[in-house]
């Protein structure tokens, strides 16, 4: 079965243009989510898709990320336009139907952006 | 606050030694989970071992156990018989409240380095 993947895995891009990451989840999995990481700093969260519905968006940083799961299949997180402190690792997990106390969220590979 | 605290950037240690990587938490809620992932240079997030707030004993898996100290609010991974593949980043999470659902939240990580 084919894990939680990313597109693309490197990404440099200049200030004021606009970035898209993929994720594309494990099969059958309801629940997606976006984290970050800055450099030398905590893996922060960012938002969370249960299918199709944004069901918790608290750690989005501002309104130059946007965040989108269509048919509740993948998700793409745009930024646009990008700043410098946007720079980082974004990371997508997915998870089961959170029935279970136990339920691990699967990581991919992480996108790491540069915007200079 | 700072949720999770992880307070070695970085340790060394020599193959097939035991290793202890340090891990404090700060919560009020009583249900709540404790998570370790391993961080390759390769980049992708790798589930190590979860611990319940509810669970009664120390969780284990193959060469890691969590040392679970309710009181002290710690959650420290062990590895045992140190691997040089074992190198990575180590990184501590904790959810809460404990359901499956519940967004990760992460420490700084601890770079560990296995030297033969």
């Known amino acids: 079965e084919a894990g939680v993947t990313q597109f693309p895995s490197h990404s440099v891009i200049e200030k004021g243009q606009t970035v898209t990451l993929r994720c594309d989840p494990i099969s059958g999995h309801d629940n997606l989510y976006w984290y970050r990481r800055v450099m030398g700093k905590e893996i922060k969260f960012l938002l969370h898709?249960?299918?199709?519905?944004?069901?918790?968006e608290s750690g989005m940083p501002n309104n130059r990320f946007l965040a989108e799961r269509t048919g509740g299949t993948y998700s793409t997180l745009k930024v646009q336009p990008a700043e410098l402190e946007d720079s980082g690792v974004y990371f997508c997990?997915?998870?089961?139907?959170?029935?279970?106390?136990?339920?691990?969220?699967?990581f991919g590979p992480g996108t790491r952006l540069t915007v200079l | 606050a700072q949720k999770i605290t992880q307070t070695q950037p970085g340790m060394f240690v020599q193959e097939k030694e035991a290793v202890t990587l340090d891990c404090t938490y700060d919560t009020s809620d009583p249900s709540y989970g404790l998570f370790w992932y391993k961080q390759p240079s390769s980049g992708e997030m790798i589930f190590l071992i979860y611990?319940?707030?509810?669970?009664?004993q120390n969780a284990t898996e193959g060469r890691y156990s969590l040392n679970f100290q309710k009181a002290r609010k710690s959650a420290n991974l062990v590895i045992s018989a140190s691997q040089l593949g074992d190198s990575a980043m180590y990184f501590c999470?904790?959810?809460?409240?404990?359901?499956?659902?519940?967004?990760?939240?992460f420490g700084k990580g601890t770079r560990l380095s296995v030297i033969a």
């Open positions: 898709f249960v299918k199709e519905s944004k069901q918790d």
């Open positions: 999470a904790m959810r809460e409240p404990n359901s499956g659902n519940t967004p990760l939240v």
């Open positions: 611990q319940g707030s509810y669970d009664q």
């Open positions: 997990a997915s998870s089961q139907a959170g029935t279970s106390f136990v339920d691990e969220q699967f």
